[in-house]
């Protein structure tokens, strides 16, 4: 099982930007498909952004695509959400995660994704 430790977040003006990073320890994630989802109060978990292991395919969610990157460096086992022009909407707890099944693509579903990181505040004020 691979530990995934997150870090950025925080409280941001509506138009602002923040930069979430997830780091892998225990084993490396480089065959990972890796993703980003969220989760406000009182809602369910909703995906966010995916990437393949290799980098090559990258799926949004409709509401976060032309706003928000994702990336991976497999030497250094990060994965970041680079989050631009947020909306006091984009309000949550942020949760990277990590799919240890060989799959062509990545998934858009939560349950596909076995480890998570331990979630990270983003609050948009508006």
């Known amino acids: 099982q691979v530990q995934l430790v997150q870090s950025g977040g925080g409280l941001v003006q509506a138009g602002g930007s923040l930069r979430l990073s997830c780091a892998a320890s225990g084993r490396t994630f480089s065959w990972n498909h890796l993703a980003w989802f969220r989760q406000a109060p009182e809602k369910r978990r909703a995906f966010v952004a995916a990437?393949?292991?290799?980098?090559?395919?990258?799926y949004y969610s409709d509401s976060v695509k032309e706003r928000f990157s994702i990336s991976r460096d497999n030497a250094k086992n990060t994965v970041d959400l680079q989050m631009n022009n947020l909306k006091p909407e984009d309000t949550a707890v942020y949760y990277c995660a990590a799919d240890i099944h060989s799959r062509y693509s990545p998934s858009r579903s939560a349950s596909a994704y076995e480890d998570w990181g331990q979630g990270t505040q983003v609050t948009v004020s508006s």
């Open positions: 990437i393949s292991w290799d980098g090559r395919i990258i």
